[in-house]
């Protein structure tokens, strides 16, 4: 079984930073692309940024220029440092991971919350 722990969530305001960390640890053979993902009230879950594992990056249009993902393989553990953070970044952000068998694990989730 594969545990995905999250943390660094919580609240800042307009302007501020976070960073989010996902440490991947059980029975996984090996991981492919690690990501995170949001979801705001109402709306659908939407991809952030994801990284390969050769660490080719990928950025949601919202996230480019203000978020940056990273990784350290040693730990199997993603990075998000979120910069510039707006009212509409607020959402419950999902670290996700893919094994080297194509599975897909997802982690249970931490709220961000950007407001004054």
């Known amino acids: 079984q594969v545990q995905l722990v999250e943390s660094g969530g919580g609240l800042v305001q307009p302007g501020g930073s976070l960073r989010l960390s996902c440490k991947a640890s059980?029975?996984?053979?090996?991981?492919?692309?690690m990501a995170w993902y949001r979801q705001a009230p109402g709306k659908q879950r939407e991809l952030v940024a994801l990284?390969?594992?050769?660490?080719?990056?990928n950025y949601a249009d919202s996230s480019k220029g203000r978020f940056t993902i990273s990784r350290n393989n040693a730990k199997n553990t993603v990075y998000l440092q979120m910069s510039r953070l707006r009212p509409g970044d607020t959402a419950v952000y999902y670290c996700?991971?893919?094994?080297?068998?194509?599975?897909?694990?997802w982690g249970q989730g931490t709220q961000v919350t950007v407001s004054s």
């Open positions: 996700h991971v893919a094994d080297g068998l194509g599975v897909s694990h």
């Open positions: 059980g029975s996984i053979f090996s991981i492919n692309s």
């Open positions: 990284i390969t594992s050769r660490g080719m990056t």
